[in-house]
T-cell receptor, first 117, second 114 residues
Framework: GAVVSQHPSWVICKSGTSVKIECRSL??????MFWYRQFPKQSLMLMAT?????????EQGVEKDKFLINHASLTLSTLTVTSAHPEDSSFYIC?????????????FGPGTRLTVL | AQSVTQLDSQVPVFEEAPVELRCNYS??????LFWYVQYPNQGLQLLLK??????LVKGINGFEAEFNKSQTSFHLRKPSVHISDTAEYFC????????????FGTGTRLQVTL
């Protein structure tokens, strides 16, 4: 139980294009999902908290107009990197908060490797 | 706000030897504590967690950790490591009572060799 998937697992795009990453909770409903960014050999940095049916809460320093987050259903949140540039290349990981007994846990997706050329 | 310190960026160890990965945290409120493992190009997998109760927590793959409130520590231990334990390990903290966000440490690379 508590499986989170991400799609795509990796993507290469040209500078200036937009890329959408999907995060799905496969066997539970997630009212809250989180988006993280991880640079090589570094820790995870929280980008934003996504709540179903409401606007995402972005961490300080994260451009909300560049990283668009939509949490339209209880099983799907999307992160769109708009007008991507090489400096946006990174490993993006989502997580979903558990429910019931696992409410205080986050379940992580496998990550999406974004490379912007 | 919470913060996590993982003092060791890398820990080399021989197979079948014991290992301890250190984690200290700072918080003005009560916390939940977690250890995650990350294999190359993968997401995070929960090893174990401390929410309440017994301060000695046992997790998957033979790992355990002990919550020490007075020393604000949550060190991860394994009595005998395997080559397959080679990975990045992250300690994380969140405030209790609310479903709040995780704050991660910088990670410790465990390198197990023969």
């Amino acid at each position: 139980g508590a499986v989170v998937s991400q799609h795509p697992s990796w993507v290469i795009c040209k500078s200036g294009t937009s890329v959408k990453i999907e995060c799905r909770s496969l066997d539970f409903q997630a009212t809250t999902m989180f988006w993280y960014r991880q640079f090589p050999k570094q820790s995870l940095m929280l980008m934003a908290t996504s709540n179903e049916g409401s606007k995402a809460t972005y961490e300080q320093g994260v451009e909300k107009d560049k990283f668009l987050i939509n949490h339209a259903s209880l099983t799907l949140s999307t992160l769109t990197v708009t007008s991507a540039h090489p400096e946006d290349s990174s490993f993006y990981i989502c997580s979903a908060r558990g429910t019931g007994a696992t409410y205080n846990e986050q379940f992580f997706g496998p990550g999406t490797r974004l490379t912007v050329l | 706000a919470q913060s996590v310190t993982q003092l060791d960026s890398q820990v080399p160890v021989f197979e079948e030897a014991p290992v301890e990965l250190r984690c200290n945290y700072s918080s003005s409120v009560s916390v939940y504590l977690f250890w995650y493992v990350q294999y190359p190009n993968q997401g995070l997998q929960l090893l174990l967690k401390y929410l309440s109760g017994s301060t000695l927590v046992k997790g998957i793959n033979g790992f355990e950790a002990e919550f020490n409130k007075s020393q604000t520590s949550f060190h991860l231990r394994k009595p005998s490591v395997h080559i397959s334990d080679t990975a990045e390990y992250f300690c994380a903290v969140s405030a209790t009572g609310t479903a709040s966000k995780l704050t991660f440490g910088t990670g410790t690379r465990l390198q197990v060799t023969l």
